[in-house]
Every structure is written in C-alpha cells, then in structure tokens.
C-alpha cells in the first residue's frame, strides 16, 4: 500500500528506504507486527554496508499503526550499543496512547474521517488481541484501573 509513497521518498530525497511487510492484525495480534519491525530493523542496521548507507543517517518512519511501530522500535533501539544509533524518528499520525479515548483530540474529532474516534479503538483492540468485544469499555475509559490511571495522569490528561 506504501510502495509509490517510499519510491517517492527515496528518489526525492536520494536515500534508501526500507519497508517492512509486517504481520497484521487481528490474524496476527500484539506483538508480531512489533517483533517483525524490530527484527527487520537489526538485520538492516548490522548489514548498512552491505546496502551502501551512511550508520549516521538511518531514521525510522511509520503512519497510524505503522507510527506506533517505529516509536516502539525506536525506543527499544535507543538502549542498544551494538547497532548503529538511529538519527531520527518521523511518526505521522501515529497511535500512541490507549488509556484515554476521550481525550480532547478524541472529542474534537470524533466525527473526521478516515479514523473516527470509535474506529480508532476498535483498531486498537483488533491490534492487541483481535476481540473487539470491550470496545464500549474502552470508549468509557472502565479499561484502565484507577491506580493506572493515576499514575499517567500527568501525561495523559485533558489538561
């Protein structure tokens, strides 16, 4: 689905971009398309020469799950010392948080295609474990324990 986007990016910007073909949901639940992501990432990163790519220049790029992926990657990457460091991340539209979906971002955009606010979860719950089957649950916010929602209330909060 990505091809002509990444021949794109690679000519108008003379770099080599690799795409990973991960397994998707809800065939395939949580971790497999990380793990896929993860695995494809150290086999390109040991290989650069093999590829002619600079170990100073790799960025890690990913929209919607694809986004989520890559800051996963990135941040599992950031503590390794036997792999080239990564120079960048480029998340767009990435799905980060599945604590709250009633966040104002989730309100003000409730109704905007192409990912309304209960299409958004329902992916969430195909991407973790392919039951959809608490998505009311999860819209109300019951999902997350208090004690949970305590402890990332300052990052994830509407204020």
Request: glycine fraction near 6%.
């Amino acid at each position: 689905t990505h091809e002509e986007l990444c021949r794109f990016i690679a000519r108008e910007s003379e770099s080599v971009v690799v795409s990973v073909g991960y397994r998707l949901a809800p065939e395939h639940k949580y971790p497999a398309a990380y793990e896929d992501c993860l695995s494809a990432s150290q086999h390109f990163l040991q290989h650069l020469q093999h590829y002619g790519v600079d170990p100073a220049r790799v960025t890690v790029c990913g929209d919607s799950a694809g986004g989520n992926l890559a800051a996963a990657v990135s941040q599992t990457l950031a503590g390794r010392s036997d792999l080239p460091r990564l120079r960048a991340q480029i998340l767009i539209y990435p799905g980060l948080q599945a604590l709250d979906f009633n966040l104002p971002s989730y309100q003000q955009n409730r109704g905007v295609p192409l990912l309304f606010r209960e299409r958004a979860a329902f992916y969430m719950l195909q991407y973790l474990n392919g039951n959809a089957t608490k998505l009311e649950e999860v819209l109300e916010g019951s999902h997350i324990p208090p004690d949970i929602k305590l402890k990332y209330e300052k990052w994830v909060s509407p204020d």
